[in-house]
């Protein structure tokens, strides 16, 4: 069964620091999310990307954030200069939508990064 | 803004013991609903679905969910829990748009089950 894959499973940074968390969604998938889950808190979305552009996204997702599909199947989410609040679960996810068909999101494994 | 509840955060059961975790959302329409469930250190796996039609929907694992349009309630159910049952459970709503929309999460119910 296909499925959403992310990399690193972990990633230690020092504040500061870029980060690129990386992310292959279901092969045949249009739309593409990043969420975050801080420890202890609720999945909070962050963007949405469709057609190589933001479709939506929160107030979470400032100017330190940015989101790409460098090529036909990685999605990226980097943070520019991260900060201690980042410390979170980043989960990539991605759906296929299209006239009559509902839409599910599909999770990935995560990537825990941890600001020091 | 839609909003989800999960009233509980906490529920412990004794295996064999049937479960219900509850889920209340805010919307003026009815949403797409979804639960998940997050095992530790694990992602998110979609356990079920309600779109439209039929109220009560199976999922994966021996789940199911309720829908009740007049309560807003979209609960989670299992006759017997197992011991592998112990994780979190999301119920999360989707705006049904005529595109793709973000989903918005409860803040979830952790699930412990006794042995």
């Known amino acids: 069964e296909p499925e959403v894959t992310q990399t690193p499973s972990h990633q230690v940074t020092q504040m500061g620091q870029e980060v690129i968390l990386r992310c292959v969604p279901i092969s045949n998938h249009l739309y593409f999310y990043w969420y975050r889950q801080i420890l202890g808190q609720k999945v909070e979305f962050l963007v949405s990307f469709y057609n190589n552009e933001i479709s939506e996204k929160s107030e979470i997702f400032d100017d330190q954030f940015s989101v790409e599909r460098p090529d036909g199947s990685n999605f990226t989410l980097k943070i520019r200069s991260t900060k201690l609040e980042d410390s979170a679960m980043y989960f990539c996810a991605s759906s296929v939508w299209t006239a009559g068909v509902k839409e599910t999101q599909y999770f990935g494994p995560g990537t825990r990064l941890l600001v020091l | ?115």
């Open chain 2, 1 to 115: 803004a839609q909003s989800v509840t999960q009233p509980d955060i906490h529920i412990t059961v004794s295996e064999g013991a049937s479960l219900e975790l509850r889920c209340n959302y805010s919307y003026g329409a009815t949403p797409y609903l979804f639960w998940y469930v997050q095992s530790p250190g694990q992602g998110l796996q979609l356990l079920l679905k309600y779109f439209s039609g039929d109220t009560l929907v199976q999922g994966i694992k021996g789940f199911e969910a309720e829908f009740k349009r007049s309560q807003s309630s979209f609960n989670l159910r299992k006759p017997s829990v197992h011991w592998s049952d112990a994780a979190e459970y999301f119920c999360a709503v989707v705006r049904p748009t005529g595109t793709a929309s973000k989903l918005t999460f409860g803040t979830g119910t952790r699930l412990q089950v006794t042995l």
